[in-house]
Nanobody
Framework: VQLQASGGGMVQAGASLRLSCTASGRTSSTYMMGWFRQAPGKEREFVAAISWNGAGTNYADSVEGRFTVSRGNPRNKVYMQMNSLKPEDTAVYYC??????????????????WGQGTQVTVSS
């Protein structure tokens, strides 16, 4: 599965952004999709994930209630709406994919396919 992320930018605190990820490949629409982020000097961390049909979602505590992950139509597109952005949300955001959904899949090693990152910068 090949992944292409987009939608990052530079905004002020309290603003919103929507990230997009397009997956390509024969079975890409059946994959669990995840979003991770990595701030300078920090490890890559889990942000959110969604099952192949959108019925299952999972969020990091730090973004619960502010970020919403959704699946588009066709299902090879995944979006993450980010509201009430904070300076601590500043990071490079990556989309990732794995064949099977699991609520426990929160580590980078749990995902086998990765897109290039998109920078999100939130100023105070």
């Amino acid at each position: 599965v090949q992944l292409q992320a987009s939608g990052g930018g530079m905004v002020q605190a309290g603003a919103s952004l929507r990230l997009s990820c397009t997956a390509s490949g024969r079975t890409s629409s059946t994959y669990m999709m995840g979003w991770f982020r990595q701030a300078p000097g920090k490890e890559r961390e889990f942000v959110a994930a969604i099952s192949w049909n959108g019925a299952g979602t999972n969020y990091a505590d730090s973004v619960e209630g502010r970020f919403t992950v959704s699946r588009g139509n066709p299902r090879n597109k995944v979006y993450m709406q980010m509201n009430s952005l904070k300076p601590e949300d500043t990071a490079v955001y990556y989309c990732a994919a794995r064949p099977v959904y699991s609520d426990y899949a929160r580590r980078p090693a749990d995902f086998g396919s990765w897109g290039q990152g998109t920078q999100v910068t939130v100023s105070s």
